[in-house]
């Protein structure tokens, strides 16, 4: 088995990202992908019924809207958004995430829409 010695610079990763909203893939582990985005302005509202959902934010701020109420996110911050619990995230200002799901998960969870994206590979 080949072992990669490149560690992954998430930084220089968020640099080739110009489009908002879209998914990179940037690692697996196991059967879950590291996956980063840009985001600015309000998404959909959504679930993920099979699937907790886990935000990193690395630069910037997110909030993460509840029915129950917002989940403030500043850089460094994380959150572990509940299976089947419906959020939508809103990013003032452009902001940086990482999120860390199963190989496979839809951006919109089971809302679809046009805003469906599958995540891409990064090089």
């Known amino acids: 088995m080949s072992v990669a010695l490149n560690p992954v610079n998430i930084a220089g990763k ?20 590291i996956k980063i985005a840009k985001l600015k302005g309000e998404f959909v509202w959504h679930t993920h019924p099979e699937t907790d959902e886990l935000f990193v ?15 403030v996110l500043e850089p460094g911050e994380l959150y572990v958004v509940p299976r089947g619990v ?16 199963p190989i496979g998960t839809l951006n919109t969870g089971d809302t679809g829409g046009p805003m469906t994206k599958a ?3 990064l090089e």
Request: proline share 4%; glycine share 6%; with cysteine.
């Open 14 to 33: 968020l640099s080739q990202i110009d489009e908002l909203w879209t998914q990179k893939k940037i690692a697996g582990l196991n059967d879950y992908e």
């Open 57 to 71: 934010v690395v630069s910037g701020r997110l909030t993460i809207q509840l029915r129950e109420g917002n989940v």
């Open 86 to 101: 419906e959020h939508c995230p809103v990013a003032e200002e452009e902001t940086a995430i990482m999120l860390v799901e």
């Open 119 to 121: 995540a891409e590979p």
